[in-house]
């Protein structure tokens, strides 16, 4: 089973940027959709983005509260999926992690792997 590690976490002031990236142990060939998400302190965990690779190309969605600055991508080349955030907010602080997805025909997406370490982001002056 390929396994996938986040990293590019930090702390940034507001108004700043991150990358994050979501790597896989090996070839990601044959995941064909990867979600990003995040739990912050006392909150469940929510899907933030999801990219879904198909014969036309890849798709994406974004959670409301990050549709706008962040931005889901794909590089099939290196077998890793980005998240770049834009204009972070103090309310994007949480434990950030990607696992492959799945999504129904009603757009609900489900998580298929295990979790991983996460990476943590902070945002804060």
């Known amino acids: 089973q390929v396994q996938l590690v986040e990293s590019g976490g930090g702390l940034v002031q507001p108004g700043g940027s991150l990358r994050l990236s979501c790597a896989a142990s090996?070839?990601?060939?044959?995941?064909?959709?990867v979600g990003w998400y995040r739990q912050a302190p006392g909150k469940q965990r929510e899907l933030v983005a999801g990219?879904?690779?198909?014969?036309?190309?890849?798709?994406?969605n974004y959670a409301d509260s990050v549709k706008g600055r962040f931005t889901i991508s794909r590089d099939h080349a290196k077998n890793t999926v980005y998240l770049q955030m834009n204009n972070l907010k103090p309310e994007d602080t949480a434990v950030y992690y990607c696992?492959?997805?799945?999504?129904?025909?009603?757009?609900?997406?489900?998580?298929?792997?295990?979790w991983g370490q996460g990476t943590q982001v902070t945002v804060s002056s």
């Open positions: 696992n492959e997805v799945d999504r129904d025909d009603s757009g609900t997406y489900f998580v298929l792997g295990s």
């Open positions: 990219i879904i690779s198909g014969a036309s190309g890849d798709s994406t």
């Open positions: 090996g070839s990601m060939f044959s995941i064909n959709a």
